[in-house]
């Protein structure tokens, strides 16, 4: 074809997020003109992407790059990339707990590893935050199942369930589980809880922010005084989170929290970090999920969980439904430790084939 060039990619639904998935042998090793390669693919920066595959949202504006592993505990690599659909930036900065949830299908279905029963177990090294995630494909008759019974919020209708099992990504960003060091700290006047286990997040109450906690997305974005307090907070916290000026960064995700409606655990309200998400990151509910489970916390204050509670199953609600974490943690004191976080995302190919860039990208790099 004149003028641009092809490069193969398959576009999937992971959990509630959808993305390109390329391997990582198709794409430039040069991390600049690989950038410039996946705007062009999803036609960013353009508040509506229309000249390429985003979405026009950071849900549906996002790229999992998956090559088979040189590791002994691996079979796959991934690494997540956000591209942004309102500036020309793409991050690899956070890790994306949705697009996992396709990364097993889409080794599968690329040969990266040999399907040997009706269910497949694929290791995949997570590179943003160097830790390993554990997920079962179901593969019968020697093919990916994408049809099932499986139902998650925020994703109509039903697939095939992948469980996921996350082991030793507590800290994994930040180097601490509690970055700060403490259960609660108090920033810019308001009471917070830092916590990273597989996503740094904020806690913060609601009602804090004189909000119930059970606002629409909308009603929270278009409330101006309560976003830039937000971000403030979050931009305070970076340093102390280990993360730096985080002025340009998707990390800390900010979660407001209120008590739970409807017969779960908590209940959030999560920016992403300016936007307000539609239900709540992988990540982000496995570290609120991790939070309600720290004595003291903003979390924990608010939750509805026992005390001790050792292996649990954690329901955060979100503003289209429930997010289900199962908790191992340990006592230690008042100090606790993660020993594994496993949940239940669904996830289907959508289609595959190529992604047209044009020549004007390899010039410009």
Known sequence: MSGQTAIRCSVLRGGTSKGLYFRGDDLPRDTSLRDAVLLAAMGSPDEREIDGMGGGHPLTSKVAVVQPSS???????????????????????????????????????????????????????????????????????????????????????????????????????????????????????????????????????????????????AEIESNVDVCARVEEIRRAVGPLMNLGDVANKTVPKMSLLASAKHGGSISTRTFIPTRVHEAIGVFGAVSVATACLVPGSVANEIANVTPGDTDTLITVEHPTGYFDVAMDVDYDANDVRVRSSALLRTARMLMRGDVFIPSSVWKLS
């Open 71 to 217: 590791r002994s505990d691996a079979d796959v690599e991934y690494l997540f990339l956000q591209v942004w659909p309102d500036r020309a930036e793409v991050s690899d900065n956070q890790n994306c707990g949705n697009l996992l949830a396709g990364v097993g299908p889409f080794a599968l279905e690329e040969g990266m590893l040999e399907i040997k029963s009706d269910v497949t177990t694929v290791r995949i090294w997570m590179q943003n935050t160097q830790s390993l995630a554990v997920a079962k494909i179901q593969t019968p008759d020697g093919r990916v199942r994408y049809d099932g019974d499986a139902r998650i919020d925020g994703v109509p209708g039903t697939s095939a369930p992948i469980p996921i099992n996350f082991l030793d990504v507590a800290g994994s960003s930040c180097g601490d589980l509690l970055p700060t060091g403490n259960a609660v700290d108090t920033v810019l006047g308001t009471r917070v809880t830092c916590i990273d286990n597989g996503m740094p997040v904020v806690c913060l109450r609601a009602q804090d922010f004189g909000l119930t906690g059970y606002e629409t997305p």
